[in-house]
């Protein structure tokens, strides 16, 4: 979400992190996607007494899910077809290389405490659907209504919309005019246009990377998917190595935008083998949205990392149409406005305004929806 100021122009906020001074350590990290900062605070006290990386990311997702971040993290949000919430969730340990999931979860609030259950007590991966509750249930979490007042709203105007925006395709009846049920039509009829996505800012999942002051690693991701998807429908965000990836010997990234782009190019794990091979973290994030932007011109969405082999560069890449905006260390890029945010923190400065970041090691770069570079004002 942006930030309300006194300027004519919604300022939208990037934090970037810039190279620390020579004789202070770049670590512990805490980086995630979006203006979510309850939640990189979160993970920022978790690391600051004594917590794991793995801790500082379940506790960090677990806030947005608490607060429903923007409605698309947690309860009462982006409600499917059905009019249901399910939740997605995530965490991975770059030490171990393993990994906990949940998909589709029904009717428990904490994912990303499940996704933890399932990579510390099975040897599992991915726990979905009906089946992933009852798993949870076992653990001890509590069976509630994932369903409010404001889901049930969103769900009875999108009915009375003609269950438009929808993601159907080649089905009669035509589901650009009409709600279903839908079935594929008879040979003779003719197709209906391919889908193409009404709301290309609706993707707001929490991504979180964490580096522990030893090099450690964990990521994770939590939300509520898509508005209106159809029932059973799973995104990037459970999926290891799009969602996010985590890896001790590389680094970690995590992705925002389309699940479904997304999940067919597994940019996390590939940010991470680029990085790897030796590439910047600025680097890794710019090949990956150049691959997707080949595909799919129109792709609205970003890509996080961060390295562990000496000074940490964070980058920001928002692919829009026609243009790409890219966002790295005391780089600062014009292009039209995205209204995502990145928060994050560096040693003993966890950020909490403007003016701190001002005060610290760290540049507050906001974009104006006409291009042009400026600073928050105090809060």
Request: hydrophobic share 35%; glycine share 10%; proline share 6%.
């Amino acid at each position: 979400m942006a930030r309300k100021s006194n300027l004519p122009l919604r300022l939208l906020p990037l934090v970037l992190g810039i190279a620390l001074a020579q004789d202070s350590s770049p670590l512990p990290l805490v980086l995630n996607t979006w203006p979510f900062k309850n939640a990189t605070a979160a993970a920022w006290r978790t690391l600051a007494s004594g917590g794991s990386a793995l801790d500082a990311v379940e506790n960090g997702c677990a806030v947005c899910e608490r607060e429903q971040c923007d409605g698309t993290v947690g309860y009462g949000g982006s409600p499917d077809e059905l009019g249901e919430t399910t939740l997605d969730a995530m965490i991975m340990d770059g030490a171990a290389m393993d990994v906990g999931a949940v998909g589709g979860l029904r009717r428990i609030k904490n994912a990303i405490g499940v996704a933890r259950k399932v990579l510390e007590h099975t040897t599992h991966t991915l726990l979905v659907g009906e089946s992933a509750t009852r798993f949870a249930e076992s653990m001890g979490f509590t069976n509630e209504d994932l369903s409010t007042s404001a889901s049930k709203a969103l769900h009875s105007d999108w009915l009375a919309r003609n269950c438009q925006p929808n993601y159907w395709r080649k089905v009669i009846p035509d589901p650009s005019k009409y709600c279903g049920p839908y079935k594929p039509p008879d040979v003779s009829e003719k197709d209906n246009p391919a889908y193409e996505e009404v709301d290309i800012h609706g993707h707001d999942t929490i991504g979180m990377v964490v580096i522990h002051k030893t090099g450690h690693t964990a990521a994770g991701t939590s939300t509520n998917g898509l508005k209106f998807k159809i029932p059973g429908r799973v995104g990037d965000s459970p999926i290891p190595g799009a969602g996010a990836y985590a890896d001790d010997l590389a680094g970690a990234a995590a992705a925002t935008g389309d699940g479904d782009i997304l999940l067919r190019f597994l940019p996390s794990y590939q940010a991470v083998e680029y990085m790897r091979r030796g590439d910047d973290p600025s680097i890794a994030c710019q090949k990956v949205i150049s691959r997707i932007q080949k595909y799919y011109p129109k792709f609205f969405g970003a890509v996080i990392c961060a390295n562990v082999t000496g000074g940490y560069v964070i980058s920001i890449l928002l692919a829009l149409p026609n243009k790409t905006v890219y966002q790295t260390g005391q780089q600062r890029s014009r292009g039209s406005a995205w209204h995502a945010s990145c928060s994050v923190c560096f040693p003993y400065e966890p950020i909490t305004a403007a003016k701190r970041l001002r005060s610290t090691t760290l540049v507050l770069i906001t974009v104006l929806s006409d291009g042009e570079d400026a600073q928050l004002p105090d809060q």
